[in-house]
């Protein structure tokens, strides 16, 4: 933990441990979307993918464990540079020009963040509420009971919105931040980041849409 320290302690460093730990969100956003991607392969096959999952045991336990390491540290970093920021410049600017890749995705980081923090949330407290009982009731069954829920659809729509739009610039952003920033692979970098977004807003916001018709 020493190390982690020494990197809060500049502001290069908790900008190089927030792109780290950003790039592993995006590797498990990856996964996660290509897993749960199996529901158009029909619910046997949606049910065989959490059944093999679960079947990791202890190897499962270790992914969670670091991805909650990782989002403890992303989110520290994110406020601790947020409030330096403040910090070195109290009074905004008059004039505020929007240059060099500032997007509204570029903007709006800190609120998007948080508002993923908060879905991520409501969303464990809501599956981990239902997978309490397995033994009557598959992954399928219980993904059905939890989106029938309308108010809780709206919220996974729209937050499923905003992660993509967080996506967007966290990509280009923690690529700049690790040092793969030349002229020459930038403008791809920036384009893959939009598709990415794209790719991971749809493929999410569409996992509740068809199940619901599964069911």
Request: charged share 10%.
């Amino acid at each position: 933990m020493n190390w982690i320290m020494r990197a809060l302690s500049t502001s290069v460093g908790k900008k190089q441990l927030m792109a780290v730990s950003g790039l592993l969100f995006l590797l498990f956003l990856t996964t996660h979307l290509l897993g749960n991607l199996s529901i158009y392969s029909g619910s046997g096959a949606f049910v065989a993918y959490a059944e093999h999952l679960h079947a990791l045991g202890k190897l499962l336990v270790v992914a969670e464990v670091g991805m909650a390491v990782a989002l403890f540290v992303h989110v520290c970093t994110a406020i601790f540079l947020f409030l330096e920021n403040r910090h070195a410049r109290p009074v905004k600017y008059v004039v505020e020009k929007s240059g060099g890749g500032r997007t509204i995705s570029s903007r709006t980081m800190p609120y998007t963040g948080l508002l993923i923090l908060a879905f991520l949330a409501v969303h464990m407290n809501t599956f981990s509420h239902h997978i309490v009982d397995q033994t009557s009731r598959n992954i399928f069954q219980i993904a059905t009971a939890v989106f029938a829920n309308k108010l809780y659809l709206a919220i996974y729509l729209i937050s499923m919105i905003v992660v993509a739009v967080h996506v967007r610039h966290g990509l280009w952003s923690a690529f700049q931040t690790v040092g793969l920033n030349h002229p020459k692979y930038m403008p791809f970098i920036e384009k893959l980041s939009l598709v990415f977004a794209v790719v991971v807003g749809l493929g999410f916001f569409s996992l509740p849409l068809i199940i619901l018709v599964m069911r």
